[in-house]
């Protein structure tokens, strides 16, 4: 089962995010193999993502999925309300969903 983590947005500015995966027993999941996708909808049954955030396991021994938004793609957010989730792929093609929840993006104003 997926955590739940709502995200508030500075439209216009990056936002980075560290997600910590563990195993049952607490201690870092190895993600070493595995993908990691990260999406932006305006709804769940939208064809498109509003933004895809950049994804990277720089030590995958750690169990530490980092995400980025650039500035770029976060100006491009101008619905205020979204949802969005993260899944990992393991090396045998299984997904989990590891974090799910509601975007709230604030309006940029100095541009």
């Known amino acids: 089962?997926?955590?739940r983590y709502d995200l508030k947005i500075d439209q216009g500015a990056t936002l980075a995010l560290?997600?910590?995966?563990q195993d049952d027993a607490g201690k870092p999941m190895d993600l070493t193999g595995y993908t990691?996708?990260?999406?932006?909808?305006r709804r769940h049954?939208?064809?498109?993502?509003?933004?895809?955030?950049?994804?990277a396991l720089d030590d995958p021994s750690t169990g530490v999925v980092g995400l980025i938004?650039?500035?770029h793609q976060s100006g491009g957010?101008?619905?205020?309300y979204g949802v969005?989730?993260?899944e990992v792929t393991a090396p045998d093609g299984s997904v989990q969903r590891l974090v799910e929840g509601k975007v709230n993006v604030s309006p940029q104003v100095t541009r």
């Open 1 to 3: 089962m997926a955590y």
């Open 18 to 21: 560290d997600i910590e995966c």
């Open 36 to 41: 990691v996708q990260a999406q932006i909808r």
């Open 45 to 55: 049954d939208d064809p498109e993502p509003a933004a895809v955030f950049a994804a």
């Open 69 to 71: 938004l650039d500035a």
């Open 77 to 80: 957010l101008t619905k205020s």
């Open 84 to 86: 969005w989730d993260c």
